[in-house]
């Protein structure tokens, strides 16, 4: 998280890439870190004047098994393979 505001900045400094947000896959259970990655996207357009909310909009956070956390944490994008397809086999 600590390295999370540099490497925006360099990333926006790079013309044919656009930063559209954050993605995270927690800990089985760890489902706090859907609030962290929501105040981190918070804290990032607070201090990084050049970038937008309407272009950083994507909170890429929960799967299956946490989406309803996820969602309530503020996810705009959800991964849902399980649901549709079921177990993996390992």
């Known amino acids: ?3 999370v505001e540099s490497l925006v900045r360099e990333i ?6 656009s930063l559209r947000g ?6 089985a259970g ?9 105040n981190l996207r918070q804290q990032l ?3 990084i004047p050049n970038l ?3 272009v950083f909009d994507t909170l890429s956070m929960g ?3 946490d989406l309803e ?15 549709i397809f079921g177990q993996r086999s390992s």
């Open 45 to 47: 357009l607070t201090t």
């Open 22 to 27: 954050l993605m995270i896959i927690p800990q």
């Open 52 to 54: 937008s909310p309407q």
């Open 1 to 3: 998280i600590d390295a």
């Open 69 to 83: 956390a996820a969602i309530a944490a503020g996810s705009t994008m959800v991964r849902v393979g399980t649901a």
């Open 12 to 17: 926006l400094v790079l013309p044919q890439l």
């Open 30 to 38: 760890n489902l706090q870190a859907f609030e962290q990655l929501a």
């Open 63 to 65: 799967m299956s098994d």
